[in-house]
């Protein structure tokens, strides 16, 4: 089992849709978890973080905990072409306080 | 404004050249970190250093080596020893041991 598992894509939505990221992870010690989104040839940029269970919302980022079941996910409401881009999701892992990196899902926001 | 710079944006090496890429930092950080990235494959941690002449290696540190004289740089290295260095790197800095990480540009490095 991979230690972060993400459905790789492409994901295909329409403007204004909602878009679903989800994430599962191994380590049971992971307490902090980061959605980065990447550009084709670009660096990672940090849009969330979650640190307990449920939900953390930021404008239109929404981040959902469940710890119980090693699930992280990433609501983007309204979506626009602008974030098109590939996401990954990284868990901290445990006491050594690494980040374990997803492969990312490719999001396409069709206009 | 604050932020992480890398240099070159692009890098080409010959068979048995050592080449350097640069990072620094100006967001007064203590932990820096260098990642590699391939296609189709996760963000793999090189070396990192927690403060100023210390750094622990990564998952994949054969064929690299990086030095942290100064808090603002840390510099790597891909020797000769590393057989398949063409990959996206990346620079990353956070403030003391926290995993939200700004990264810098990255350096497109390719074999010639």
């Known amino acids: 089992q991979k230690e972060v598992e993400q459905n790789s894509g492409p994901l295909s939505v329409p403007e204004g849709a909602i878009a679903s990221l989800n994430c599962t992870y191994s380590?049971?010690?992971?307490?902090?978890f980061f959605w980065y989104r990447q550009y084709s040839g670009k660096s990672p940029e940090l849009i969330m973080f979650i640190y307990s269970n449920g939900d953390k919302e930021d404008g239109r980022f929404t981040a959902q905990l469940n710890k119980a079941s090693q699930y992280v996910s990433l609501l983007i409401r309204d979506s626009q072409p602008s974030d098109s881009a590939t996401y990954l999701c990284a868990p901290g892992a445990g006491n050594n306080r690494k980040l374990i990196w997803g492969l990312g899902t490719s999001l396409a926001v069709n206009p | 404004d604050g932020g992480i710079t890398q240099s070159p944006k692009y890098l080409f090496r010959k068979e048995g050249q050592n080449v350097t890429l640069s990072c620094e930092q100006n967001l007064n950080h203590d932990a820096m970190y260098w990642y590699r990235q391939d296609p189709g494959q996760g963000l793999r941690l090189i070396y990192y250093?927690?403060?100023?002449?210390?750094?622990q290696k990564g998952d994949i540190a054969e064929g690299y080596s990086v030095s942290r004289e100064k808090k603002e740089s840390f510099p790597l290295t891909v020797t000769s020893a590393q057989k398949n260095p063409t990959a996206f790197y990346l620079c990353?800095?956070?403030?003391?041991?926290?995993?939200?990480?700004?990264f810098g540009s990255g350096t497109q490095l390719s074999v010639l």
């Open positions: 990353a800095s956070s403030m003391g041991w926290d995993e939200k990480l700004f």
């Open positions: 250093s927690q403060i100023v002449n210390d750094f």
């Open positions: 380590d049971r010690g992971s307490q902090s």
